[in-house]
C-alpha cells in the first residue's frame, strides 16, 4: 500500500454522485481521491490540482467525456494527464473515440474492482516514471535545480497563462554571482562549484511560491520566474536573495565589491499581451542584470523606463 504522505492523485469525473461512490471505496485506500460531478470545470480543476491520473465518464450534461478529454489535450499544461473513460457504452466505436479524443484506456461498467484497480496502478506508475524522467531532463546536473530548458519552457508556459488570465503581472530576476572568475581562479574549480550550489540552495529556500522557479542559466548565472508578481514585489524578492546569499558568508578574496560572495541582479514585470513578445521582457531584465555590472556590482537594478520605452516600440 502506498503511504498517506506520497499518495498519487485522481481526479474523478461523473455528473452522478453514486457513481463516484463506486469509485472511491474502490481506490480511498491508495490514492487522494479528488471530484467533481461538473465537467466544465474539469480542465480548471487539472490545471489548480495537477493530478496524475482522471476517470472521466462519458455521457454528462452540457459536455460530453470525449469533449472534456480533448479540451484537456489541447493545453500545454494538462495534455500529460492520463485519462481513464468509465462509462456503460462498451461499444468498439465509443472506444475508438474515445482513444483519438486522447484517453488512455477505457473501462465499461458495470465496474469490475480488479480490473479498475489493476488499470488505474499500471497507468498512474507510468505517469509516475515519466514525471521522474522529465524531471531529471530539466534539471541542472550541478546544483539540481531547473536548468535552462525548462527555465525557457517554464517562462513560455507562464507567459501564455498570464496572457489568457488578463491584468497578470509576470516577473524576471536575472542573476550573476559577481568575480565568479577570480573566486574560481583563487579557490579552485571545485571550490567553485560548491559555491555554487549553496547559492542555488538559497535561491531554491527563497521561493516561498510553489508557482515560482529558480533555474541556473548557465556558468555562475542564474534566474527566478515570479508569475503574478509586481515590478516592486519582484524587487522585494531580489534584495531578499541578496540578504540571503551575503548572510551565507561565502569568503571571495578576490572580490573588488565584499570580503564575501556577493550578486548582481537584473529586475522586470510586466503584464504580458498578445502583441507584445516575451523577449521584451528576458532583454529587459538582462539589460538591467548588466547594468548593475556596469554600476559597481553587489546591487539590484530595475527595468522602468527602459521596459516601458521597450513596449511603446513594439506597439
Not at 525548462?150 to 554571482?177: C, K, M, P, T, Y
Not at 508578481?229 to 531578499?240: D, F, M, N, R, V
Not at 522602468?304 to 513596449?311: F, Y
Request: aromatic share 6%; proline share 3%.
Amino acid at each position: 500500500m502506498i503511504r498517506a504522505e506520497e499518495k498519487p492523485v485522481i481526479l474523478i469525473v461523473d455528473d452522478e454522485t453514486a457513481n463516484i461512490e463506486v469509485l472511491a471505496k474502490q481506490l480511498s485506500a491508495d490514492y487522494r481521491l479528488l471530484f467533481t460531478t461538473d465537467p466544465a470545470k474539469v480542465c480548471q480543476l487539472a490545471e489548480q490540482k495537477d493530478p496524475d491520473l482522471i476517470l472521466l465518464d462519458v455521457v454528462m450534461p452540457g459536455m460530453d467525456g470525449y469533449e472534456v478529454c480533448r479540451n484537456l489535450q489541447g493545453r500545454d499544461s494538462t495534455r500529460d494527464i492520463p485519462v481513464i473513460f468509465v462509462t456503460a457504452m462498451g461499444e468498439e466505436r465509443y472506444e475508438a473515440i474515445g482513444f483519438e479524443a486522447g484517453g488512455v484506456d477505457y473501462i465499461t461498467k458495470p465496474i469490475k474492482p480488479f480490473l479498475l484497480r489493476a488499470r488505474v496502478k499500471t497507468h498512474v506508475e507510468l505517469k509516475l516514471q515519466n514525471d521522474m524522467l522529465k524531471q531529471l531532463a530539466s534539471q541542472d546536473g550541478l546544483t539540481g535545480i531547473a536548468n535552462r530548458r525548462r527555465l525557457d519552457e517554464f517562462l513560455n508556459h507562464e507567459w501564455g497563462r498570464a496572457i489568457r488570465q488578463g491584468n497578470s503581472n509576470l516577473a524576471v530576476i536575472f542573476i550573476d554571482v559577481d568575480y565568479f572568475k577570480k573566486y574560481n581562479d583563487h579557490y579552485g574549480h571545485q571550490a567553485g562549484d560548491e559555491c555554487l550550489k549553496q547559492i542555488a540552495a538559497a535561491l531554491a529556500a527563497g521561493m516561498e511560491r510553489k508557482t515560482d522557479l529558480v533555474a541556473r542559466y548557465g556558468g555562475e548565472e542564474f534566474a527566478c520566474v515570479l508569475p503574478n508578481t509586481s515590478l516592486q514585489g519582484a524587487i522585494h524578492k531580489a534584495e531578499q536573495i541578496q540578504r540571503s546569499i551575503a548572510s551565507l558568508h561565502i569568503p571571495h578574496q578576490l572580490s573588488d565589491v565584499s570580503d564575501v560572495v556577493t550578486l548582481s541582479m537584473g529586475v522586470a514585470s510586466l503584464v504580458p499581451r498578445k502583441e507584445n513578445k516575451i523577449e521584451t521582457l528576458i532583454n529587459a531584465a538582462d539589460q538591467m542584470l548588466y547594468a548593475a555590472k556596469r554600476g559597481g556590482r553587489n546591487q539590484v537594478r530595475y527595468a522602468g523606463t527602459v521596459l516601458s520605452e521597450a513596449l511603446a516600440s513594439a506597439t
